[in-house]
């Protein structure tokens, strides 16, 4: 079956997580998607362990549905190249340190002139202006520095990092569909544009409640382990087998079901777990 992209040509120059992951997305929408590797090694993922038949799972699970060609970015002749198929592509995506792109005569003054429907996606650690944005950046570094992870973990325990590159992915999918809107644009201006993405960004759009909380209300965010903050009952609990169940009933409705599901009558009936408000307020002896 045909992808709502299909005749959308991308270029994709990107490495690691965010970058790959964007193209892929796109390529799963039927475009067609070129990835430009490291000339002699490939992209610095193929050598990440585990290896299934001598290629990195890690790659492959960013990598699908694409053609891949290798070139010399740091030569002229490679950088040529690339502006060659900029002019062919829809769609051109990278996540280098910002300046680099420039420095290779790819930027975007170069492509737009080359190709003026060319949309540019640049993905970046900490955005393309500002103090920070010549920095490298990292999924665990923007995990950091945002303070998604010191509202992760226990109570009582360290500020811990999410298990898995949930920034890198949300990046990703913040590009996506940054591409996405740039291309139904394209349909009306005739003309391409620039998608900034960045880790930074990205993680700070995950925190909620926590910086507009802090800033009118000052409260500090905390850890709460497996717990909800907005709901009880809402954390992980352990059954009797020694096994442990994910319960999330915060809401007045979904504690009524659960209450009756499970035949903990009696705490239907308690005043302190009247609504959501009171087991909130008394959610250690719930």
Not at 42 to 56: A, F, H, K, Q, V
Not at 111 to 133: C, D, F, K, T, V
Request: glycine share 12%.
């Amino acid at each position: 079956m045909m992808g709502p992209l299909q005749g959308v040509k991308v270029v994709d120059v990107s490495r690691y997580i965010a970058g790959p992951y964007c193209a892929m997305l796109l390529g799963d929408l039927g475009a067609e998607v070129i990835k430009v590797e490291k000339i002699n090694t490939g992209e610095e993922t193929r050598g990440i362990e585990p290896l299934i038949g001598g290629d990195s799972l890690f790659f492959m699970v960013f990598n699908r549905n694409k053609k891949s060609i290798t070139l010399n970015l740091r030569d002229p002749l490679g950088q040529e190249i690339l502006r060659k198929l900029a002019t062919e592509a829809d769609i051109l995506i990278e996540n280098f340190r910002p300046g680099i792109m420039e420095k290779m005569g790819c930027g975007w003054e170069v492509l737009h002139e080359l190709n003026p429907q060319l949309i540019m996606a640049r993905i970046s650690g900490y955005g393309h202006e500002g103090p920070s944005s010549d920095r490298p950046c990292f999924d665990a570094v923007a995990q950091a520095a945002s303070g998604l992870m010191s509202m992760t973990g226990a109570p009582d325990g360290p500020p811990t990092l999410m298990g898995t590159t949930v920034v890198d992915h949300t990046a990703a999918l913040h590009a996506t569909l940054g591409i996405l809107a740039a291309l139904h644009a394209r349909k009306t201006t005739g003309v391409g544009q620039i998608v900034r993405s960045s880790l930074i960004d990205s993680a700070l759009s995950m925190l909620m409640t926590a910086i507009p909380a802090y800033r009118l209300l000052g409260e500090e965010a905390q850890r709460f382990g497996n717990r909800d903050r907005f709901g009880a009952p809402s954390n992980s609990y352990v059954t009797s087998d020694g096994a442990r169940v994910q319960i999330v009933a915060g809401g007045d409705t979904r504690f009524a079901r659960f209450v009756e599901a499970t035949g903990l009558t009696h705490l239907g009936t308690d005043p302190r777990f009247g609504c959501n408000a009171d087991r909130r307020a008394n959610v250690d002896s719930l």
